[in-house]
């Protein structure tokens, strides 16, 4: 399955090449905290059905002041639609939102947004077993993570036997019992 954490991030990376791209190709220059896009970036990489009154507002009012070209609002609808993809469940949802979701892309007519739905398709055999059953391979990226962590931590051993014991304790330590003085402690007598 892929993990859905990971499709998000890539349609959150989309939005912000196409936000780049247009303040390139608008300002002549990179985006300046006195450019709306540039303040309110944060708000669009987050969840538009999580935003508050107030951060839509400013959502709205920056699609009008600074995206003239309007691939800035469509990058945005394009990354939408595919969470509403990620949300769905059953097999007739799955499909409805995966239409919706290709004509998004082709109504966006971006080539950000055309990577990420060739991204999409190469991938949708995996995606399409999450949502079918929202089983996902965080926790197995987690521990590959500490895994990598502890062996950067672990560099310079020159026993192999000493990192691996150092990454598996690494790996394991909050599944062992606490050792704490008074377990230790022999019983009275």
Known sequence: VADHFHIVRLANEMVTDVRQRVARETLGRRGRSSDPAWVNR????????QLSNRG????????????????????????????????????HTISERLHRFHQTVIAADLPEATRLAST?????????????????NAATEGTNRMIKDAA?????????????????????????????????KPPQL
């Open 152 to 184: 950067r931590i672990a560099f310079g051993f020159r026993n192999l036997d000493n990192q691996r014991r150092r990454v598996r304790f690494h790996c394991t330590r909050r599944t062992r019992r606490s050792t704490s003085a008074e377990a230790v």
């Open 56 to 91: 839509l507002d400013r959502l709205i009012t920056t699609f009008a002041t600074n995206d003239p070209t309007e691939e800035i609002a469509a990058a945005w609808a394009v990354k939408e639609q595919l969470r509403m993809l990620l949300a769905a469940s059953d097999r």
């Open 120 to 136: 999409i398709e190469a991938w949708w055999p995996q995606i399409e077993a999450f949502c079918q059953t929202r089983i996902t």
């Open 42 to 49: 944060r708000l669009l990489l987050r969840a538009g059905d």
